[in-house]
């Protein structure tokens, strides 16, 4: 049973830090394509980024430069490390998983297409 949890969400000030962590379990973390996606009040889910099985990374452009994605195969964990954080990536945080294709297409990310999904960490910034 494919099982992913998040950690590491929490409330910080505008232009602060936080690192979330998903654990995965239940399948071959390397054989999947991984991805972080979020949903603030009121909002649709928004794909974040995208991590392949060989570890090359994507980003939707409103957090280019500030977050970073990458996946350790040995330990079947996920994170996703944001940096210079502001109000708007306030959101519920989740990490995804898909494993339908050998690499993970973009339009996955945009629309999230992804087969296994977390239940989330809540992120909060205050400015």
């Known amino acids: 049973q494919v099982q992913l949890v998040e950690s590491g969400g929490g409330s910080v000030q505008s232009g602060g830090s936080l690192r979330l962590s998903c654990a995965a379990s239940?399948?071959?973390?390397?054989?999947?394509?991984m991805g972080w996606f979020r949903q603030a009040p009121g909002a649709g889910r928004e794909g974040v980024a995208l991590?392949?099985?060989?570890?090359?990374?994507d980003y939707v452009d409103s957090v280019k430069g500030r977050f970073t994605i990458s996946r350790d195969n040995a330990k079947n964990t996920l994170t996703l490390q944001m940096n210079s954080l502001k109000p708007e990536d306030a959101a519920m945080y989740y990490c995804?998983?898909?494993?339908?294709?050998?690499?993970?297409?973009?339009?996955?990310?945009?629309?999230?297409?992804?087969?296994?999904w977390g239940r989330g960490t809540q992120v909060t910034v205050s400015s």
């Open positions: 991590i392949q099985r060989d570890g090359k990374p």
């Open positions: 239940g399948y071959t973390f390397s054989n999947y394509c």
């Open positions: 995804a998983a898909d494993g339908s294709k050998s690499i993970c297409e973009w339009w996955q990310l945009l629309h999230s297409r992804f087969e296994y």
